[in-house]
């Protein structure tokens, strides 16, 4: 994610490097690589131009004043701060707050409609403690209705649909009767796929919202779809006035310039964003967070608050104790790996930390990058995972056949785990779980 921008962006700093102080002369040379970094990463010229311009009174007018600054680094904070402005200031909530509260999902064809509206009820149920509906209201794709009723029973929220009524409007309204007979709080309507330029399609979308009235309105954009996506945003804007917009597929390929562009374009908030195909990942777009990662800070507080949603106060001093008598067994290694898996990617969560982000630029490091050792685990008994001890030789082979190794590979990983176990017990509890979480990452191997 943003990582051609990140390096362009690095280039265009590493001019100031040497210098100084900021001089008109070096932060011309600065300016026009950065206007071309953000050129690259498909935002519009006009919007690039403004930027840098900004970037640049403000360069030149604290030349005199931060002397003691580094140019490089007074350029970084810069930058960051404008790019926090331009995508938006600060995080917009979401408004649901009525009987129930309605938040209409509307946006592309394949742009992760439906998906998002699984992640938003999985995210107002166990992080606002909400009780979501989802309304199946596009009735064209064949596949919607299902896959909607597969992701509400991922989440464990409720489902309302209408085999056999072609009406969307009414389907819409009359989820909001079965929602207060049922105690729905929040009633989430995924809206089919439409194309701006399709008339009939587009006066649909405004008559749900009309009979609806929701208190809530999102716009899904595949950001990947670059400027097309912010071109769209604006169309689909004049039609129904939505309240907010959410990014999807971040972490495909996308070169950032619907993240940065939307806001300026359509006047309207970022407030998801969308990075994996599990429910759990979600998040708040917040625009300071974003910078940073954007320039290659990481963002340790969302990597934080994603481990704090997964802690559990009991399984951490049940697990201690265990560390401390030398009793950390595969089965709590397996756990924990669990606990990893459910922050989120794997890549954008090392993304998040300071420094580790361009080391992994081009480390192949996805959703599966711990198979190997969970296939190695999965193939032992659960006395074995029990009881490392118990692993000799026989044990091993018949592993090994199990989970299609070698017996070197294997051995490898024993002897890792077990070194792993003697660190663990040598440390304090804080520090110790530090160090489990380095052993685990570099357990992972080659898949």
């Known amino acids: 994610m943003f990582d051609n921008l990140q390096e362009r962006l690095d280039g265009a700093f590493k001019v100031l490097s040497g210098n100084n102080k900021i001089t008109e002369l070096n932060i011309a040379t600065s300016i026009k690589e950065i206007r071309r970094a953000l050129v690259a990463a498909d935002v519009n010229y006009k919007i690039a131009k403004e930027f840098t311009d900004n970037v640049k009174d403000k360069a030149l007018g604290s030349s005199n004043v931060l002397n003691a600054v580094k140019p490089g680094e007074l350029m970084v904070k810069i930058v960051m701060d404008e790019m926090v402005e331009l995508m938006g200031g600060q995080a917009a909530g979401i408004n649901i707050k009525a009987n129930p509260g309605i938040v209409l999902v509307a946006g592309l064809q394949g742009s992760g409609k439906t998906t998002f509206s699984g992640k938003l009820a999985y995210y107002l149920k166990n992080k606002k403690s909400k009780k979501p509906l989802l309304v199946a209201c596009d009735v064209y794709r064949p596949a919607a209705i299902n896959q909607l009723t597969v992701l509400a029973e991922q989440v464990g929220a409720k489902i309302y649909t209408e085999p056999g009524n072609n009406n969307p409007v009414e389907i819409a309204k009359n989820s909001i009767q079965y929602a207060k007979e049922n105690s729905c709080d929040v009633v989430i309507v995924d809206t089919a796929g439409r194309l701006a330029i399709d008339e009939e399609m587009m006066k649909e979308i ?186 000799n030789m026989s044990r091993k082979r018949r592993i090994a056949k199990g989970c299609g190794r070698n017996i070197h590979e294997i051995n490898v990983f024993i002897k890792q785990f077990d070194e792993m176990r003697k660190m663990m017990k040598m440390m304090s509890n804080t520090k110790g779980m530090n160090k489990m979480m380095q052993g685990m990452k570099n357990m992972q191997g080659r898949r």
Request: net charge neutral; proline share 3%; glycine share 8%.
């Open 206 to 391: 405004r008559a749900i919202k009309e009979g609806l009235q929701p208190t809530e309105t999102l716009f899904v954009v595949d950001s990947m779809t670059g400027q097309d996506a912010v071109n769209t945003a604006n169309a689909f804007n004049d039609v129904i006035n939505y309240d907010g917009v959410v990014l999807t597929k971040l972490d495909g390929d996308t070169r950032g310039g619907a993240a940065l562009s939307v806001k300026y374009t359509v006047g309207k908030p970022i407030k998801f964003v969308s990075t994996g195909e599990t429910m759990q990942t979600l998040d708040v777009f917040h625009p300071d967070r974003m910078a940073q990662r954007i320039l290659g800070m990481g963002d340790i507080v969302s990597f934080v608050e994603k481990a704090q949603e997964q802690f559990d106060e009991k399984e951490a001093k049940r697990l201690e104790k265990k560390i401390r008598k030398n009793k950390f067994d595969f089965n709590d290694f397996l756990n924990q790996i669990a606990q990893i898996k459910k922050m989120g990617d794997l890549k954008s969560l090392m993304g998040m930390i300071p420094g580790l982000g361009k080391q992994l630029k081009n480390v192949d490091l996805d959703d599966s990058a711990f198979a190997k050792v969970e296939s190695i685990i999965q193939s032992m008994t659960p006395k074995e995972r029990s009881n490392p001890e118990l692993l």
